[in-house]
């Protein structure tokens, strides 16, 4: 899954770079212009990328580090703070 995702984080470096829509003066719903349209819709799959890539591809002892620290500060602030 993780180069999945690193394929589509290429895929929407590539797409992003939009040189054929610049001359482009078409309306979308008659009032927003093409290449902002294309751009919402860029960053709408931006958006869905990277939760895919928080969801199945961020390392898992990361969150274990961060779960151990939380317990820690707790541990200290519960015994009355640092000696």
Known sequence: ??????????????VHQ?????????????FLPWTLAY????SIAASIVWFLAASFAWPKNLEDDDTAGAN??????????AA
């Not at 751009?39 to 860029?42: D, L, N, Q, R, V």
């Not at 820690?72 to 703070?81: L, N």
Request: with cysteine; charged share 15%; hydrophobic share 55%.
């Open 1 to 14: 899954m993780k180069y999945l995702i690193y394929g589509l984080i290429i895929a929407l470096v590539v």
């Open 18 to 30: 939009d040189v054929w829509n610049w001359e482009n003066d078409h309306l979308v719903f008659g």
């Open 39 to 42: 751009h919402a819709c860029i």
């Open 72 to 81: 820690a500060v707790a541990a200290t602030e519960r015994d009355g703070g």
